[in-house]
């Protein structure tokens, strides 16, 4: 199983709107016949690829898969028929399929003798699917917070400049993090200060994960400010504006924006992420700046939180996290450590609020064996 979880990570950033799953066969003697991994919405699931390696060698084996095998269809076939037709005669399963649309594989399989174990290794591989998961349970995007700053706690210094904190390689790490997510979700005032291009892009000579679509470029900007020359809205990937439903909307903007309500502070972030679960957005970046941030904060609606912390120190400057600071030490946010990874001279954090019910740890961007994406399994 846990070879099941390291195949499913390979999909991450390239199956959406579908869950990432990894599946390995054995044939009756214990030698692994076939392995795969479900690599693209609309491609061939796990099962079917590693039962197609298997061949023959599938009659009367085992197979384990990180995700309970789908039962309908849609534009695959079942896997569970798929595995009755190869002659499968155990199923080990570590998670049963939350997506009423496709559960029930595990039932159809027994009725017809098939041996089938559930939950093994449920954590780990709940943790490879956080976002799928998050999107089928909560029925909203999952969401992660990235910042950078020094040790400190500075995400900028007192002029207002940030470029650059974190090193080549942190930056290079963060351009895989947001190939792994289907929307870059910022600010107006970061699109003002510093006109981001959010797109996914090879950096210091590392090339980012494949996707069969571009990830989603967002700007929260309830009063319709995102300039007309904004490197946001260059064509190079989708744009989608959120404005107040009040808000007067320059022509420019028109084809981008989406009305949503006001709330004090700014749109509702809810009504945003209900707008991009109906999108088919499964996991959203949240890039800028420290007022978004507190703002997804506060509403309790970040599920991940991903920081660079440089070596250095700034003594003075802006906060990386915005006005939802703790006023007092009884509102702290604690969150707990997932990963401490080392990326060039810099540290990175994973971690998840404690309170958190869906498993959220791991980092799409880190590579094919790590963490992070996807939704129905309908492909």
Not at 88 to 94: D, E, I, L, M
Not at 342 to 369: W, Y
Request: net charge negative; with cysteine.
């Amino acid at each position: 199983m846990r070879r099941a979880i390291a195949l499913a990570a390979r999909g991450l950033g390239g199956t959406s709107p579908n869950p990432v799953v990894g599946c390995v066969i054995l044939d009756p003697s214990g030698e692994v016949a076939g392995e795969g991994f479900h690599a693209y919405a609309g491609g061939p699931h796990a099962e079917v690829v590693a039962l197609r390696e298997a061949g023959e060698r599938a009659r009367g084996g085992t197979a384990y898969v990180t995700l309970e095998p789908c039962n309908h269809t849609g534009r695959t076939g079942p896997c569970s028929a798929a595995l009755l037709e190869a002659g499968v005669a155990r199923v080990v399963v570590a998670v049963s399929d939350p997506n009423p649309k496709a559960a029930g594989g595990a039932a159809v399989l027994r009725r017809h003798g098939v041996v089938v174990d559930e939950g093994v290794l449920t954590a780990e591989a709940e943790e490879v699917n956080a976002a799928w998961l998050t999107y089928v349970r909560a029925g909203r995007p999952h969401v992660t917070w990235k910042f950078a700053a020094t040790v400190d706690g500075r995400s900028a210094a007192e002029d207002g400049t940030s470029q650059w904190i974190t090193s080549p390689e942190a930056r290079a790490d963060v351009h895989r993090l947001r190939a792994g997510s289907d929307a870059v979700v910022a600010g107006i005032g970061t699109v003002l200060a510093d006109d981001p291009r959010l797109t996914a892009r090879p950096a210091a000579g590392v090339p980012v994960p494949a996707r069969a679509a571009p990830v989603l470029r967002v700007v929260v900007d309830s009063d319709a400010r995102t300039p007309a020359a904004a490197r946001v809205l260059d064509g190079e990937a989708p744009t989608l504006v959120g404005v107040a439903e009040d808000a007067a909307v320059p022509a420019h903007l028109s084809p981008h924006a989406v009305r949503l309500p006001r709330v004090p502070g700014g749109i509702d972030l809810h009504a945003l992420l209900a707008e991009l679960h109906g999108r088919q957005v499964v996991s959203v970046l949240i890039e800028g700046g420290p007022t978004l941030a507190g703002a997804f904060l506060r509403e309790g609606l970040v599920d991940r939180v991903v920081g660079y912390l440089a070596p250095a120190l700034l003594g003075a400057g802006a906060a990386a996290l915005g006005p939802a600071g703790a006023s007092t030490i009884t509102e702290i946010h604690r969150l707990e450590f997932a990963e401490v990874t080392p990326v060039g001279p810099d540290l990175r954090l994973v971690l998840r609020p404690k309170s958190s019910g869906i498993a959220s740890s791991g980092i799409a961007s880190s590579g094919p064996e790590s963490s992070s994406l996807q939704s129905p399994k309908e492909s």
